[in-house]
């Protein structure tokens, strides 16, 4: 059975860096898109990036863009969210989804597309 399993969580100061890691493993098909997603206390649940695993095209929430990258590696059994300028409001729990055997729309910024979740890391920015 697959699973995703996420890492590279922290705690960091306003304007530093953090760098995470979603592994999927035990799958014996590629995905068809994965997106980080994040949940603050208290607070919706919301997409941060996604990026079709195929084409490689990535699409990312405006409240991230130009300092969040998200990248797969060649084989595509691992997704990274490279974050940068981290502000206090990115502090959140930060999940990793796929979409295995379902049809991906759009920018791909929607929780309805995944049906496979890790379990979260927690990201701190301190001011």
């Known amino acids: 059975q697959g699973r995703l399993v996420e890492s590279g969580g922290g705690s960091v100061q306003t304007g530093g860096s953090l760098r995470l890691t979603c592994v999927a493993s035990?799958?014996?098909?590629?995905?068809?898109?994965v997106a980080w997603f994040r949940q603050a206390p208290g607070k919706e649940r919301e997409a941060v990036a996604a990026?079709?695993?195929?084409?490689?095209?990535?699409n990312y929430a405006d409240s991230v863009k130009g300092r969040f990258t998200i990248s797969q590696d060649n084989l595509k059994s691992t997704v990274t969210l490279q974050m940068t300028s981290l502000k206090p409001e990115d502090t959140a729990m930060y999940y990793c989804?796929?979409?295995?055997?379902?049809?991906?729309?759009?920018?791909?910024?929607?929780?309805?597309?995944?049906?496979?979740w890790g379990q979260g890391t927690q990201v701190i920015v301190s001011s």
């Open positions: 989804a796929a979409a295995y055997g379902r049809i991906v729309r759009g920018t791909g910024l929607a929780a309805e597309f995944y049906n496979h």
């Open positions: 035990g799958y014996t098909y590629n995905s068809n898109a």
């Open positions: 990026i079709y695993t195929s084409a490689g095209t990535t």
